[in-house]
């Protein structure tokens, strides 16, 4: 992009290059590849408009540079990142859970699922079992630690 003057000064130039054109053409027969007057004054419009767009911008980014150096709004936002990526990292660090020492005794206990719970919702009747989902727990009874296995019957 040019620069403020520069702008200007390309201006002026076009335009004297209009009014040349424009000599030019009333001392020469109209021909099809000549450039209409009226094409020039719509280009130098057009260069106009984007001028003042130009400078717009540049005052709106300028603007909007010193408000967020003010508010401190680009620290705030990469603390904010820094917090978020520190976070996800202690998530991603957590070791898997390890299974109990098998020289545990284990304790079965059964959890059975309730007689009124066991019809089919769609067709009313009897599931079959097909297995358990087993959690387990370390509990501490008074003379010895065991596993005891919670195992929750699934139909």
Do not use: W, Y
Request: charged residues 35%; contains cysteine.
């Amino acid at each position: 992009m040019l620069a403020e003057g520069r702008t200007s000064e390309v201006i002026t130039l076009v335009a004297s290059l209009v009014r040349q054109l424009e000599q030019l053409a009333s001392r020469r027969h109209k021909s099809s590849e000549a450039v209409s007057s009226a094409q020039m004054v719509l280009l130098m419009t057009e260069l106009a408009k984007a001028q003042n767009e130009q400078e717009r911008a540049e005052a709106l980014a300028l603007a909007d540079a010193e408000l967020r150096r003010d508010a401190d709004v680009d620290a705030t936002l990469a603390a904010r990142e820094q917090q978020k990526r520190d976070k996800s990292e202690k998530q991603r660090k957590r070791p898997p859970r390890r299974p109990f020492p098998e020289q545990l005794r284990r304790i079965d206990n059964p959890i059975l699922v309730p007689p009124e719970q066991r019809a089919c919702s769609c067709c009313g009747k009897p599931r079959k079992h097909i297995g358990f989902e087993t959690t387990e727990t370390l509990e501490l009874l008074p003379p010895e630690l065991v596993v005891r296995r919670d195992r929750r019957e699934k139909l």
